[in-house]
């Protein structure tokens, strides 16, 4: 089995409309969407939910205001000024360092898990999918995508399949370093402009320091001629694999808008090469 995820170092680069073309060309995959703060993949593989998990991630501390002495201990312990003067614990203020409860003389105080989003199993009809929702506000993305990945990677087992197709976090934190642990390729797409150049040249600097293969793909080559040129040459002085150039095509628009994927879309003058960068990637990865 292995895995790929496609990358960019930032959003809106066309990684989650390649990642959903991958997930229509491979055989017997597993898919998982990574970008759990801003899932979108699921707009095109139209998943029916069949398992459905909490995911619960750091702590809050909570007050019992029957065993509360109101002595204020707790009050001038926290550092975050998370606790109210009518002994109220702000939840978005509260770091979950626990040390209110250890200092409260009347043990009043626990440290409730949060209930941070929620992860899901689906199937689609490209086969079984991966994904979750963080909940607004929430942080710890990392942690989710971790989740999501190491269920991905145990579904893959399970049911002996090739592939497992990861739409990865955007940008360069925490998440993307998640999605990138442990695959066999990262195929990085940017688009020809500096800042994507910029955008993409950090996240292969990522993905190198962990020693995680890099393929580059340029979308929309055609719409700055001379801005792909200088991707090719930085391809070819960082000895970087550059696997595709996909033209500029109104149809990728359209076919997101039907809710389809662009290779499944009959007016797509984009999808021949896209199945040419599938057909690389498969024999590279
Ligand atoms: S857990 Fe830490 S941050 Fe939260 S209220 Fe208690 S002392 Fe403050
Ligand atoms: S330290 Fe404990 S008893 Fe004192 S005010 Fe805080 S919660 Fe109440």
């Not at 979108?40 to 619960?56: A, N, Q």
Request: with cysteine.
């Amino acid at each position: 089995m292995r895995q790929i995820v496609v990358i960019s170092g930032k959003g809106g680069t066309g990684k989650t409309i390649l990642t959903a073309s991958f997930a229509a060309l491979a055989k017997n995959r597993i898919i998982a969407d990574c970008d759990v703060d801003a899932a979108d993949l699921h707009l095109l593989l139209h998943p029916v939910i069949k398992e459905r998990y909490e995911f619960r991630s750091g702590k809050t501390a909570k007050i019992d205001r029957k065993l509360c002495k109101e002595c204020g201990k707790c009050i001038v312990a926290c550092r975050f000024d998370a606790i109210s003067d009518n002994f109220v614990v702000d939840p978005v203020s509260c770091e979950g360092c626990a040390l209110c409860s250890h200092v409260c003389p009347a043990n009043a105080i626990r440290m409730e898990e949060n209930l941070s989003g929620e992860w899901y199993i689906s199937d689609t009809k490209y086969g079984p999918f991966v994904h979750a929702k963080l909940g607004i506000a929430e942080e710890n993305s990392g942690k989710l995508v971790s989740l999501v990945r190491q269920k991905a990677k145990e579904l893959a087992e399970k049911q002996n399949c090739d592939w497992v197709i990861v739409d990865g976090a955007p940008g360069i934190g925490c998440p993307v370093i998640a999605s990138l642990s442990g695959v066999n390729c990262a195929l990085v797409v940017t688009e020809p402009t500096l800042s994507g150049l910029h955008d993409a040249d950090r996240v292969i600097g990522v993905a190198r320091h962990f020693k995680v293969p890099v393929k580059l793909v340029v979308n929309k080559y055609d719409l700055n001629i001379d801005m792909t040129e200088k991707i090719e040459k930085y391809c070819r002085d960082n000895n970087i694999s550059l696997i595709g150039k996909i033209k500029f095509d109104k149809s990728v628009v359209k076919a997101m808008v039907e809710g389809k994927t662009v290779v499944e879309y009959p007016e797509s003058k984009v999808k021949k090469v896209i199945s040419e960068i599938w057909n690389r990637l498969q024999k590279s990865a």
